[in-house]
């Protein structure tokens, strides 16, 4: 059982939908003629619709050509994976339900209904909202960043956990960077049994990478004034017998 999320400046649905369909590099199709699996295969553009090219034979384009024009006839699926080895690495799932249209060498996607489903729950996305929305701006660097802290900088990760309450970490034998937006950066806690995620907030958002060096930066700055949490001592402790 996880610990209680606080999604305090965090990214609005739609936003968060638009980042996950950014990074996405594959999609499974839900559609008449079955489900098929792109991988690489499709672009986004300006208002969230999906272009999607499929190969000649593909049972897809069969369908798509052959169903009535504007009616709703496909699902698809995008999964946000966190670049992090971690327990649970799912972070969220997108769906979109819509129809396809032709277009040269392509299908071109257009959503109905959006659907965003987060570990605190699913939550139906406003097409209009959607369309307006961009990525957060440092959706497309956050695997790097991600992955650099928890190689990199382990000891950075684990001065941060002086900001999370102590009895979040209770049991705790691992906390990895699990997510980072320009509104904070995630922690998951992970327990022998359970795992949970904690939210640090930046003070302000960040809209590019220069910017969230300085918020990382009064983070650590503000984890340095705090004293050790005890769920961590008692961890090192016990690790050394």
Do not use: K
């Not at 900001?163 to 049991?171: I, P, Q, Y």
């Not at 705790?172 to 949970?196: F, K, M, S, Y």
């Not at 005890?230 to 402790?237: I, K, P």
Request: negative net charge; aromatic residues 4%; hydrophobic residues 45%.
């Amino acid at each position: 059982m996880g610990d209680s999320q606080s999604w305090t400046a965090a990214p609005a649905a739609a936003e968060r939908a638009r980042s996950v369909l950014a990074v996405a590099w594959s999609c499974a199709v839900t559609a008449d003629g079955g489900r098929e699996e792109f991988v690489g295969a499709h672009t986004v553009d300006e208002d969230g619709r999906v272009h999607v090219r499929v190969p000649e034979g593909s049972a897809l384009l069969a369908a798509a050509i052959c169903a009535p024009r504007g009616e709703p006839n496909a699902v698809l699926e995008f999964a946000d994976v966190a670049p992090v080895p971690v327990r649970g690495r799912i972070r969220a799932r997108l769906w979109l339900a819509g129809y396809f249209v032709p277009e040269d060498d392509h299908l071109v996607f257009h959503p109905t209904r959006v659907v965003l489903r987060q570990p605190s729950g699913a939550v139906v996305v406003d097409l209009d909202e959607f369309a307006a929305a961009a990525p957060d701006p440092l959706a497309l660097a956050e695997s790097h960043l991600l992955t650099h802290l928890a190689d990199c900088h382990g000891d950075a990760v684990e001065r941060l956990t002086r900001l999370v309450d102590h009895a979040s970490l209770h049991g705790a034998v691992r906390v990895q960077p699990l997510a980072v937006d320009r509104h904070g950066l995630t922690l998951r806690i992970e327990r022998n049994r359970a795992h949970g995620d904690v939210r640090l907030a930046f003070h302000t958002p960040a809209d590019d990478v220069g910017q969230l060096t300085e918020r990382m930066h009064v983070l650590l700055t503000q984890a340095g004034a705090v004293s050790c949490p005890r769920a961590l001592q008692r961890q090192r402790t016990d690790g050394d017998r």
